[in-house]
């Protein structure tokens, strides 16, 4: 790992505790980030709860190199995209009527608030200007003498209600949001004022430590990409896509040491597809097989190393195929799975074991 490198390990609750610990010995106590839960699922076959939750821990090779520099991590919001797509689509529809707009804007939250984070969800207004807002908080966080003054009400001429703690604003700034038209005041002064928050200017937060998406998701799109299911419980390339995209720059280096069915390269690859970004992928697998392929193979009287043997492996019948088929669009057996593919290169390099000694005396 460079100084600012992340590592992340996904893991279940059985082994939680271990790894944990092992982390610790290796990388160092100081250098753990996180412990994000990823709820996928529920199982309705235990006596006791539900236990559908897998972990994905987070260190830090030198979380003190990442600090010096000034890293810091930024999610999109959770429907952010959609939501400001409806903004507009409401503010045409409405006539430019932003009464009529947030009336049907507001409508929509109400039937998506499961599918929005709280940073989404709360801007359920609409000004004049077609733009969704929230009314903020206005007031210091602490008590603040000097930022303790009168706030004149446009209409009434009085001073509006103030917080104890005083205004978040200096005079002089306060003075030029409310040019902006960045301040809302009540009917009248017996209310305090607050701060216009637009959507469009607040489309990332700090990621959540735990987050929710379908497990299942995951297996039904490898079975679209290799056109039959023969892999189980992949790891779903649209949260590596995410968490990928939060810790590591768009020119990072992702090393995936354990690939199975090539989640982690799938996901590099729509990342940088998606924002111009240069990111490599280096993927590391053996062949190994399912062990119920390999107790069919050893009746049939085959062995390591046999065509049919190797043809079977999770390289040869799965990684590989995958990777093949994200890039050109086309499966093994010809078929269209995405007439685009996607516009990366792919290099595949076989790697072996050599007799120490050979190598030593120069005949390997």
């Not at 996904?10 to 412990?35: K, P, S, T």
């Not at 206005?138 to 005083?166: C, E, F, K, M, S």
């Not at 399912?290 to 046999?306: C, W």
Request: with cysteine.
């Amino acid at each position: 790992l460079a100084a600012t490198g992340v590592i992340i390990v996904a893991i279940g609750d059985d082994e939680h505790h271990r790894l944990r610990m092992l982390m610790d010995q290796e990388l160092g106590a100081q250098n753990f980030i996180a412990d994000v839960v990823w709820q996928g699922g529920r199982r309705s076959n235990t006596k006791y709860l539900s236990t559908g939750a897998d972990y994905m821990l987070i260190y830090a090779s030198d979380e003190e190199a990442m600090r010096s520099v000034g890293v810091r991590w930024v999610d999109r919001k959770r429907g952010v995209d959609e939501a400001l797509k409806v903004v507009e689509r409401v503010w045409s529809e409405s006539g430019q009527d932003h009464l009529e707009a947030t009336r049907r804007f507001r409508t929509w939250l109400r039937g998506q608030k499961s599918q929005l984070s709280d940073g989404v969800a709360r801007y359920n207004s609409i000004d004049e200007s077609g733009r969704a807002y929230f009314a903020g908080d206005l007031r210091n966080p602490g008590v603040r003498p000097n930022l303790q003054y009168d706030l004149i009400h446009p209409a009434t001429g009085v001073a509006v209600r103030r917080h104890p703690n005083g205004w978040a604003y200096s005079r002089d700034t306060m003075d030029r949001l409310i040019e902006e038209g960045r301040i809302l005041f009540g009917a009248d002064h017996s209310t305090t004022a607050y701060y216009k928050r637009f959507l469009d200017e607040q489309t990332s937060e700090t990621p959540s430590s735990v987050f929710e998406q379908d497990r299942r998701a995951a297996t039904a799109h490898l079975k679209s990409v290799l056109g039959d299911s023969r892999f189980p419980n992949p790891k779903d390339h649209t949260v590596l896509m995410r968490w990928i995209g939060i810790v590591a720059g768009r020119d990072a280096t992702v090393l995936d040491f354990f690939a199975g069915s090539g989640s982690t390269v799938e996901a590099v690859m729509r990342l940088n597809d998606q924002d111009g970004g240069t990111r490599q992928c280096i993927a590391v697998t053996n062949n190994e097989l399912a062990a119920a392929d390999t107790r069919r193979l050893v009746r049939e009287g085959l062995s390591d190393g046999d065509p049919e043997w190797e043809s079977l492996g999770v390289y040869e019948h799965v990684t590989r195929p995958r990777i093949e088929t994200v890039t050109t669009g086309r499966r093994q057996d010809g078929s269209i799975f995405d007439t685009d593919g996607l516009a990366q290169n792919v290099e595949f390099v076989q790697l072996t074991y050599l007799d120490p000694l050979a190598v030593e005396l120069d005949a390997a």
